[in-house]
């Protein structure tokens, strides 16, 4: 049974910086496309970057330069690190795993068949 537990939310000024973890049990992931997503109220699940794996990392036009996506094989764990928040980044983010080809926030949330509880992130002005 795959799970994913995610941590690391919080409140933060604009500006500022968090990060957060995602521990995966039954499933290795390194050997997964491993991904961040967020969805703020009344918007749609957007993904936010993902990492293959092979190591490769996509992200989305309005993280890039500000988030960094990074995983610690033998905690079997997946980050992501926030800097420079906006309020505009406020949202639930989820962590989410998917085994088959192809990995980038191009790939529709649909395609990625494990999720996590999500953490939130609040970003104020």
């Known amino acids: 049974q795959v799970q994913l537990v995610e941590s690391g939310g919080g409140s933060v000024q604009s500006g500022g910086s968090l990060r957060l973890t995602c521990v995966a049990s039954?499933?290795?992931?390194?050997?997964?496309?491993m991904g961040w997503f967020r969805q703020a109220t009344g918007k749609e699940r957007e993904g936010v970057a993902t990492?293959?794996?092979?190591?490769?990392?996509s992200y989305a036009n309005s993280v890039k330069d500000r988030f960094t996506i990074s995983q610690d094989n033998a905690k079997n764990a997946l980050y992501l690190q926030m800097d420079g928040l906006k309020p505009e980044d406020t949202a639930m983010y989820y962590c989410?795993?998917?085994?088959?080809?192809?990995?980038?926030?191009?790939?529709?949330?649909?395609?990625?068949?494990?999720w996590g509880q999500g953490t939130q992130v609040t970003v104020s002005s």
């Open positions: 989410a795993a998917r085994l088959y080809p192809g990995c980038s926030v191009s790939v529709a949330r649909d395609n990625f068949p494990y």
């Open positions: 039954g499933i290795i992931a390194s050997r997964a496309c």
């Open positions: 990492r293959s794996d092979s190591g490769s990392t």
